[in-house]
């Protein structure tokens, strides 16, 4: 059940030009939260910003969970201020989890840029409950922007880079790096990333004949599926289906459930 | 708390227990919020719109954050009234929620429609009828944003149609958006209404300066929130001159000492809209802080100070 907590920051610190951890105290959202959920972070009192910031577990820990964000307007470049020792009121967890499915064999996990957030948690949960190591394509226009290589090599998953820039790894994009790992029956492929990447992550996906999982970003204001704001169009053709909530009935979606016509 | 002061109201001929209610739109059909508190401690729900038929609403981009607000184009998605009637209604009469049901049609005669069928299913406490969303018109082709709300003969006639449908309690909801908010409110009034809602969204737009690309797929949505509450306390203000009927005042509040402005301005019953979404317990911190308003002020019912601004 969804409640609103105020947490205590742990730890606080920039990871990459940019990019910043947030590590927070509340065994709450650690006993509930599962990878793929995420959290609505009011990012201090007053009218501004107006609405809370939507942000996914980057990790479950015991009694703390993590958050990666990149600074992309006023609301995170405010909270990146904040401190150690200072409290947070955080509203989760909420949204759909990844699912975790035993009848799969290979698992491989397609990230782009800050579209990595979700995959260390995932990670984690897989091979605690499944007893399987996905492997990882980390992608990013560039070098710096790629987040979690260290992480996911502790876990012992095999990580494939690739950079528009060709700063480092491949100089391709994610779906082509996807592709050449010949992902047979039995693959599942869950992707996050900007939506032109995941479209072409899905499109290839439908290609090979294998599921792929897609985590969606979209501005919301409530979080909980009540205001609406934050839909996508489905390829349900009923009408009173036909928008999905990225909130409440995602974020995490079957790739082939999203009309990535718009994309 | 004590029990000494009395918040119940009646708006039209719907008791509440409280004046608090909840604006259309940001309380879903109610359940949704329950997590977070027990919402029959509400005075009344107030459902999202119910049409005839569910409607999908706009095309994203659909929601805008804005300075001490939001900006949005929903185009009013809704799971229609089969569904409401079906799943919705029989959780919140479980329980024990008032309920204002919010109506919205094509025609006078779909919202006559949906008002009867909200009675003849025991539904709805009261019909609040929707004439000012502004996220239902193609601003690409309509010139401008027209509602029914912004011309009083519609108004009347629309009004006249859903009165002749329904015992119920019936709202009026308008819009900001016109020059002597008392024309429509007058007509309401005289077609038979029992209490007017306002305000409805204010009708504005934002432009991406950088792709030259308006904000939301709809171009003009409607603003909320704590930026239009100077405007919504004053057409409250203007309406509670002219009006013998009740007013809902809406728009932008926060806190209890947000809604005694509306109060104190001449509205019966207030409602929390947006800021539900920022803080989910919001409305049931305005019921508590309206109590705590009356003991700190001695005053032993709430109904005292409907319009005792002293100027």
């Known amino acids: ?263 | 708390m004590g029990t000494s002061v009395d918040l119940s109201i009646n708006l039209g001929g719907l008791k509440m227990k409280n004046p608090v209610t909840v604006g259309s739109g940001t309380f879903a059909y109610g359940q949704e919020y329950n997590s977070y508190f027990d919402v029959s401690r509400l005075g009344a729900v107030t459902t999202k719109s119910l049409s005839l038929q569910p409607r999908a609403g706009n095309n994203p981009p659909r929601l805008v954050e804005t300075p001490a607000g939001m900006l949005n184009a929903i185009g009013l998605q809704n799971v229609g009234i089969d569904v409401y009637l079906k799943e919705k209604a029989p959780w919140l009469r479980e329980h024990g929620c008032t309920i204002i049901g919010n109506i919205y049609g094509a025609s006078p005669e779909e919202y006559a429609e949906l008002a009867q069928r909200l009675e003849a299913e025991g539904a709805a406490d009261a019909i609040e009828a929707n004439l000012s969303c502004p996220n239902v018109h193609n601003a690409k082709t309509a010139r401008g944003c027209t509602l029914v709300a912004q011309d009083p003969e519609l108004v009347k006639a629309y009004t006249e149609a859903i009165r002749a449908a329904t015992k119920l309690p019936l709202f009026i909801k308008l819009s900001p958006n016109v020059i002597d908010i008392a024309e429509p409110a007058l007509a309401a009034e005289a077609a038979g209404a029992d209490a007017i809602s306002a305000i409805n969204t204010i009708t504005s737009m934002g432009i991406n300066p950088e792709t030259r690309k308006p904000i939301l797929s709809n171009i003009v949505g409607g603003l909320s929130g704590p930026a239009i509450r100077p405007v919504a306390v004053k057409l409250v203000w203007d309406l509670s001159k002219v009006l013998k009927i009740p007013v809902l005042g809406m728009g932008g509040i926060t806190n209890a000492s947000d809604a005694m402005q509306f109060i104190l301005a001449g509205a019966t019953g207030v409602a929390i809209g947006s800021y539900t979404f920022r803080h989910p317990t919001a409305a049931m911190e305005v019921i508590d802080g309206l109590e705590d308003y009356c003991q700190r002020h001695d005053v032993a019912k709430i109904t005292d100070l409907v319009g005792a601004m002293e100027v």
């Open chain 1, 1 to 263: 059940m969804p409640g609103i907590v105020t947490c205590e920051v742990k730890m606080h610190q920039e990871v990459s030009p940019g990019h910043y951890r947030l590590v927070v105290h509340s065994p709450q959202l650690a006993g509930e939260a599962q990878a793929g959920q995420f959290c609505m972070l009011e990012v201090q009192a007053g009218l501004f910003p107006f609405l809370r910031r939507p942000m996914c577990f980057e990790r479950i820990f015991k009694d703390s969970v993590s958050i990666l964000y990149k600074i992309e307007g006023e609301g995170t470049r405010l909270l990146s201020r904040l401190t150690q020792g200072q409290t947070i009121s955080i509203q989760g967890p909420l949204g759909k989890p990844w699912p975790l499915d035993e009848s799969i064999e290979r698992h491989i996990f397609v990230a782009g840029g800050i579209g990595v957030a979700p995959f260390p948690a995932l990670a984690e949960a897989m091979i605690a409950k499944l007893g399987k190591t996905p492997e990882v394509i980390l992608a990013a226009r560039t070098e710096s922007m790629l987040l979690c290589e260290e992480e996911f090599h502790q876990m012992g998953c095999k990580v494939h880079l690739a950079t528009d820039d060709g700063s480092a790894g491949e100089k391709a994009f994610a779906s082509e790096v996807l592709t050449r790992l010949n992902p047979g029956t039995g693959t599942m492929v869950h992707c996050c990333g900007p939506m032109v990447m995941m479209k072409a992550t899905h499109v290839a996906c439908e290609a090979l004949g294998i599921p792929c999982m897609t985590s969606l970003e979209a501005e919301m204001a409530c979080g909980d599926g009540v205001c609406l704001g934050c839909v996508v169009e489905s390829t349900i053709e009923i009408e009173a289906e036909r928008m999905v909530r990225v909130c409440y009935d995602g974020p995490v979606f079957e790739s082939t459930l999203i009309n990535w016509a718009a994309y």
